[in-house]
């Protein structure tokens, strides 16, 4: 069992930058990958970013295009999403979710998800 706790939302002015955190309570951190996703109002939950075992990351390349980075910090069972030159459209709610072996883009395959974390862009 894998708890996931999200942190470092707010509101920030477009251009700015954030940095989001997701700790895990529970064993074997490392041996998790993780993701994260995002939900704007009114819409469906959207990939991000993943990050798997190794370290090798992913991201969606309409929603990112270079703004964001995935990265994790195995000893501190912590995945980060650092954001930058944010835009009025990022505004949403940011999850992490963890999944056994490789990464996904795909939501349905990850089996832990944190409460998630609002980010609003304001113009």
């Known amino acids: 069992q894998v708890q996931l706790q999200e942190s470092g939302g707010g509101l920030v002015q477009a251009g700015g930058s954030l940095r989001l955190s997701c700790v895990a309570s529970g064993r074997m951190f490392s041996s998790y990958s993780m993701g994260w996703f995002r939900q704007a109002p009114g819409k469906g939950r959207e990939f991000v970013a993943a990050i798997d075992r190794d370290g090798i990351a992913t991201y969606d390349a309409d929603f990112v295009k270079g703004r964001c980075t995935i990265f994790r910090d195995n000893p501190k069972a912590t995945v980060y999403l650092q954001m930058n030159s944010l835009k009025p459209e990022d505004t949403a709610v940011y999850y992490c979710?963890?999944?056994?072996?490789?990464?996904?883009?795909?939501?349905?395959?990850?089996?832990?998800w944190g409460q998630g974390t609002q980010v609003t862009v304001s113009s």
């Open positions: 979710a963890a999944r056994s072996l490789y990464s996904s883009r795909y939501e349905a395959e990850y089996d832990y």
